[in-house]
């Protein structure tokens, strides 16, 4: 069973800051992918960044970036030049695809990240 | 610009009363996916399916919940009898499955339908 841990419930940035969100898994997949989503206060839930575990580079989508250590089942998420509306619960995830046929999303339990001005 | 819709957005209903819940996946998506959100248990998966079959529904209470996906571009879920231990988001999500490992594997979220059960 895979399992997604984020040990901060709570964290606060100043606007313009960088800031960073941790994430431990564990999967006995090779191949999998590893996801972080925002749920502003309007509930959507929303993509911010996807990485591919066989990937060794990583993944970035503007202000965003992870830090991917394979290894020790980590997923960093870090946002630079914090804004007002990046304040939202993070939740990191993964999920597995082998051979197409188990495509299950875990989530961790998240974030909640507020953004100060 | 593609998107999930659900509807209803928000639903208020008595105890014992049935509710359906719908959601239209991502035009050419092949997977859609059922959520349910709550401040104890966080994001559960309900349900899944693939090219329309269920592909697992074990997380969803099969007493009283079903999932069904009459056609390709609608998802059901429907609670009968509702409780109000059901009162929670749910969230319907889509995706592009393939069989290797280019496939997407990321699953675009529908807005949610907040269920209240009084």
């Known amino acids: 069973a895979q399992t997604v841990t984020q040990s901060q419930p709570e964290m606060s940035v100043q606007e313009a800051e960088t800031v960073t969100l941790s994430c431990t898994y564990d999967?006995?997949?090779?191949?999998?992918?590893l996801f972080w989503y925002k749920q502003p206060p309007s509930r959507q839930m929303i993509l911010v960044i996807r990485?591919?575990?066989?990937?060794?580079q990583n993944a970035t989508e503007n202000r965003f970036s992870v830090n991917f250590q394979k290894a020790a089942k980590s997923f960093s998420l870090k946002i630079s030049d914090s804004q007002l509306g990046d304040t939202a619960m993070y939740f990191c995830?993964?999920?597995?695809?082998?051979?197409?046929?188990?495509?299950?999303?875990?989530f961790g339990k998240g974030t909640l990240l507020t953004v100060n001005p | 610009d593609a998107r999930v819709t659900q509807t209803p957005r928000h639903k208020v209903t008595e105890m014992g009363q049935e509710v359906t819940m719908r959601c239209q996946p991502i035009?050419?998506?092949?997977?859609v996916f059922w959520y349910r959100q709550t401040m104890m248990q966080g994001l559960e998966l309900l349900a899944y399916?693939?090219?329309?079959?269920?592909?697992?529904d074990s997380g969803m209470p099969k007493d009283r919940f079903s999932a069904e996906m009459p056609d390709a571009t609608l998802a059901t879920l429907k609670i009968q009898p509702s409780e109000p231990r059901d009162s929670a988001v749910y969230f319907c999500?889509?995706?592009?499955?393939?069989?290797?490992?280019?496939?997407?594997?990321?699953?675009?979220f529908g807005p949610g339908t907040r269920l209240t059960v009084l």
């Open positions: 999500a889509s995706g592009l499955a393939g069989t290797a490992r280019l496939s997407t594997d990321t699953q675009y």
């Open positions: 999967t006995s997949e090779n191949n999998y992918y």
């Open positions: 990485q591919e575990a066989y990937k060794q």
């Open positions: 995830a993964v999920t597995t695809n082998s051979g197409g046929s188990n495509y299950k999303l875990t």
């Open positions: 035009l050419g998506h092949n997977t």
């Open positions: 399916f693939r090219n329309r079959a269920p592909l697992d």
